[in-house]
């Protein structure tokens, strides 16, 4: 996840770069920066928040069987008694971000109203590739689909079959598709909304205002340190995936053994290359950083492609795109009432609970780069490309890997129990010629994906922290890139994945009230839009231009055929309302 941090907001404030792009942070120049006061600490936000997340982390250190015992008990918990509230809550974010699209409310911009896009298409599409996926990707593309081959989804279908295979496709695809892509556009919505078009600052508080009154700082900062907390758990659960996977790959080529103790020694040296990128400016390179990421995974899922089983591979992308299609109603509302709860709970509920955590890092980012774009545009990009993407992606590396299994070409289900999921996409890779490039090509993939994603993550927390500035003090963001090293080891310590996954439930569970808050906020908000911003733009300059040669408001003047004539052009009329 790649994260440049907002630019400094005003009313009145405009692009800091064209329509071909710039840098996404540091956009401003030298001196404008050395002019920016320093920022300012919210003490309460920030000590409440540190003192939460160490004494988390010192909690998975020393005690850590009592960290994971207290994990899993209050885990069976929250499923047995709001797993339903993850179900619901999701697919009412894709049937909001799908209304506002689809209504008068899509032409309205997120920014002035006549004001144009910052990035060009093609980097903000890199940039969105980037932004929520990562080393989720490779960690599950290959794991995923085998592990729902072996034990079919919710136990529909016989492990091992073909009809498993297909089922278990049509999942991943569900858990990498319109639904994590609905919650963070609408944080990045409602975000983007209150930055670029009402000049508020960059705190997820924001985005609950008016609902939250601005004289209510004690809420205002709950919700602060609500996400804060939220973030680090977010960025951690990742970066303990990508420290198992980097310690698998290291063993099955490099004779390096697989155990916490190299986990966490990965962890440390992922978060010194991460904390150093976020003090030393290489963010600004965010938007190259995110292209050659683009560039390298289309490489490696080329490279499956044309060497694996490619008509196969064609036929799974187009049964499981039906499928998906087909079946999603059914798949987001399955609550495991007649059974399959436990099955729910370590797959779609980790991942609604996992999205839901990045949802205040990954919708500030979302929202920073999508300056000028209008609602529809940005959900058609936000919530499709990302999509499409998914289901090229599982169905050539899922595709390729259940087919080699089920036409006994390749044990890489036996793989998938022997070095675990974090071992899967290495297995895969063995079947394939030149396997010492593409595990290296792996590895610098999770490498890049990460530390452009964890220093950035450290900046928005520092930006939290320290009352929505986007240029927070440097000591600040590598206090913030240590907490999500320590947490990271701690849950690793804890238990490995299955606690980072129970984690990160519980973690993202109060958080759920924040985004139905801003989604209610949010609706509210653009329904006291002024009609005329509503409008197709030219036939809103019409209409500007016709009202601003009437000589009184009121009174008798000019009129076209066709215009609407109004009292105020900022005021809905009364039969649209």
Known sequence: MEHPGPEPVSPSSSPSAGPTGGPPAGAASTAAREATPPPRTDRVVFGVSLALVVAFALWGVLASDSLSNAVSAAFGTVITNAGWVFVVTSSGFVALAGFLALSRYGRIRLGKDDERPEFSTGSWISMLFAAGMGIGLLFWGVAEPLSHLATAPLGLEEGGTPEAARLGLQYTIFHWGLHPWAMYAVMAMALAYGVFR???????????????????????????????????????????????????????????????????????????????????????????????????????????????????????????????????????????????????????????????????????????????????????????????????????????????????????????????????????????????????????????????????????????????????????????????????????????????????????????????????????????EPYTSTLDPQVRRAVVAHLHDMPHANGPGPTSPGVPVVADPDREPAGQQ
């Not at 985005?207 to 939250?212: C, F, Q, T």
């Not at 150093?276 to 560039?295: C, D, M, P, R």
Request: with cysteine.
């Open 198 to 528: 009402k000049g508020r600052p960059s705190l997820v508080s924001s985005a609950v205002v008016p609902l939250v009154s601005e004289k209510r700082t004690g809420i205002r900062r709950a919700v602060d340190i609500l996400a804060i907390f939220t973030t680090v758990f977010g960025a951690a659960t990742s970066l303990g995936l990508g420290a198992l996977q980097v310690n698998s790959g290291l063993a099955a080529n490099y004779g390096v053994p697989r155990n916490n103790g190299v986990a966490v020694a990965i962890i440390a040296g992922l978060a010194l290359l991460y904390v150093l990128s976020a003090v030393s400016g290489v963010h600004k390179g965010i938007k190259l950083i995110s292209n050659t990421n683009v560039v390298l995974a289309a490489l490696l899922v080329a490279f499956i492609f044309v060497l694996g089983p490619t008509t196969h591979v064609f036929n799974t992308i187009t049964d499981a795109t039906g499928d998906y299609l087909t079946a999603l109603p059914a798949m987001s509302l399955a609550s495991g009432a007649w059974g399959g709860q436990e099955w729910l709970a370590g797959w779609t509920l980790f991942y609604w609970a996992w999205w839901m955590s990045w949802t205040p890092f990954v919708g500030t980012f979302i929202a920073r780069i999508s300056r000028g774009r209008t609602i529809r545009q940005f959900v058609m990009f936000v919530m499709i490309i990302p999509t499409m993407v998914s289901i090229v992606w599982f169905g050539v590396l899922g595709g390729t890997a259940t087919h080699l299994e089920l036409t006994d070409q390749a044990e890489l289900s036996q793989a998938l129990l022997d070095d675990g999921t974090e071992g899967a996409l290495f297995a895969l890779l063995g079947e394939f010629p030149v396997v010492t490039l593409t595990v290296l090509l792996v590895m610098v993939l999770i490498t890049l994906f990460f530390v452009s994603s964890a220093d950035s993550a450290s900046m928005v927390l520092g930006m939290l922290s320290q009352r929505g500035t986007t240029s927070p003090a440097r000591a600040v963001v590598i206090l913030w890139g240590m907490c999500i090293a320590a947490v990271a080891a701690a849950l690793t310590l804890a238990g490995g994945l299955e606690v980072i996954q129970s984690a990160t439930i519980l973690v993202a569970t109060p958080f759920v009230v924040v985004l139905i808050a801003i989604c209610v906020n949010l609706v509210r908000e653009l329904r006291q």
